[in-house]
């Protein structure tokens, strides 16, 4: 941890000013902690998480990135949605009556059928992953 012996704990509590969100706030509250005597071994029980976690909070901070920078997430986009908003009420609607009212002569919902009433009614296709996957 190199690089956090050369950050001064009001550094990072200024950092602490000027982040948004739970995580970066997190990260830097254990930096902190570290910064004042506290173990990752402590930390990690504090935060309800592995050591290793807190070990990779703190290597965040291996880095000539602003602190503010180093403490959040990149942005993750996420793939586009098959379904706007309201058809993915309907679906969720349809999917907590049995199949039947969805007009379906089936007992149970199962991944296939979902698939298959996906397609028939909203045209998009999902898949669903293997039993056993890698």
């Not at 910064?35 to 880095?63: C, P």
């Not at 000539?64 to 908003?85: F, M, N, T, Y």
Request: hydrophobic share 35%; proline share 5%.
């Amino acid at each position: 941890m190199d690089h956090l012996d050369e950050i001064s704990v009001e550094d990072l509590q200024d950092a602490l000013d000027n982040v948004e969100g739970n995580k970066p706030t997190q990260r830097l509250l254990a930096a902190i902690a570290y910064k004042n005597g506290v173990t990752q071994s402590e930390l990690a029980e504090w935060h309800d998480t592995g050591r290793r976690t807190i070990y990779s909070w703190l290597m965040r901070f291996d880095t000539d990135e602003p602190l503010e920078q180093a403490v959040s997430d990149d942005h993750r986009s996420g793939r586009k949605r098959k379904l706007s908003e309201s058809q993915q009420e309907e679906f969720e609607q349809a999917v907590h009556e049995p199949p039947e009212e969805a007009g379906i002569g089936a007992p149970a919902w199962t991944p296939a059928l979902v698939q298959e009433f996906l397609e028939d009614a909203y045209d998009v296709e999902y898949s669903y992953p293997a039993a056993g996957g890698c």
